[in-house]
């Protein structure tokens, strides 16, 4: 690789770290780009050359969230249990995993989506991708449980994680993870009972 590659790529990652952290720590709105260029140390114009905007900037950030978080989640899930239905409990246990971190600010999807109230904004489409991911990976686990209609647990288990999320993050309490759990085991066997008859 030339110098001028792993400069750039140096750059690149500096400042979407940068951004990362203040974009999920402050919110969006509150982080202008001359924040980003001081605390990440690159010239005003590296920045430009590698996002073309602030809100190319702040959509890379998401993509780079979803990956991240999307991982840590499939396999904090498939550590816990082979069974599905126990992995679909275990949800909730990564949820609370990560409310019990000293960094826990919500969900960066739900946040930019507060913050980012145009559905046209290219970050609010990358946080609906995102949910839209999570929702096709319950999905994937409600199908293997064999319970009846897949499509509307998933949809349910999907309300319940967002719902855990806001709470946990207004009231800085992970026992919402745990309450949600309850009510999923609900769902769950309601939906396995169902599929039974």
């Known amino acids: 690789?030339?110098?001028?590659?792993?400069?750039?790529?140096?750059?690149?990652?500096?400042?979407?770290?940068?951004?990362?952290?203040?974009?999920?720590?402050?919110?969006?709105?509150?982080?202008?780009?001359?924040?980003?260029?001081?605390?990440?140390?690159?010239?005003?114009?590296?920045?430009?050359?590698?996002?073309?905007?602030?809100?190319?900037?702040?959509?890379?950030?998401?993509?780079?969230?979803?990956?991240?978080?999307?991982?840590?989640?499939?396999?904090?899930?498939?550590?816990?249990?082979?069974?599905?239905?126990?992995?679909?409990?275990?949800?909730?246990?990564?949820?609370?995993?990560?409310?019990e971190g000293p960094d826990f600010r919500g969900c960066a999807f739900i946040n930019a989506s507060v913050e980012l109230a145009n559905p046209d904004h290219p970050g609010h489409r990358v946080a609906l991708e995102h949910q839209q991911s999570i929702y096709r990976y319950i999905l994937s686990l409600a199908e293997s449980a064999d319970v009846s209609s897949p499509e509307q647990l998933a949809r349910q288990l999907l309300l319940l994680l967002q719902g855990a999320i806001v709470v946990a993050m207004m009231e800085g309490s992970w026992s919402t993870a745990l309450q949600a759990k309850k009510a999923a085991a609900i769902l769950i066997q309601a939906a396995a009972k169902s599929n039974i008859t």
């Open 1 to 99: 690789m030339s110098k001028s590659k792993a400069t750039r790529k140096s750059a690149h990652d500096r400042i979407l770290n940068t951004a990362s952290d203040l974009f999920y720590r402050e919110g969006i709105k509150n982080v202008g780009i001359d924040r980003i260029i001081a605390e990440s140390g690159v010239a005003k114009m590296s920045l430009y050359n590698n996002f073309k905007s602030k809100d190319a900037l702040i959509a890379a950030w998401l993509h780079q969230q979803d990956e991240q978080w999307c991982e840590w989640l499939k396999t904090t899930i498939s550590r816990s249990s082979p069974h599905p239905v126990k992995q679909l409990l275990a949800i909730f246990d990564a949820l609370r995993e990560w409310f």
